[in-house]
């Protein structure tokens, strides 16, 4: 066999274990992607798993989130509640008003 044949197969054998050795590390690289996949996965159905929830009981959360605003803040909660209360009777004797503009703009308009 002529040197150069020789060469060529040596060659060719060092590049295969080259792209063997690549195989492997590729494969490696894969299964820490997927496991950091999977982690992500898991999180995800974590989180949705807790909006459900909050959204199951979005009332009992702001009762808890409202009285822990009172006990810590009893103050700002007051005052909190003096803006809501004033702006729900605002709203209440405003509403006929609005719907008095809204139909004398319903009637210039043609509607």
Known sequence: ???E?????LRKQRLQLRIAQQ???????????EGLLSTARSLRGLGARV?????GHSSALGAALGALFLVWRPRGAL???????LLWLGLRRGRGRLQAWASLLGRLAGI
């Open 1 to 3: 066999m002529p040197p």
């Open 5 to 9: 044949q020789v060469e060529l197969l």
């Open 23 to 33: 195989r492997v590390a590729c494969v490696g690289l894969l299964e820490e992607v």
């Open 51 to 55: 909006g459900d929830l909050l959204r």
């Open 79 to 85: 005052r909190w509640l003096r803006r809501g209360w």
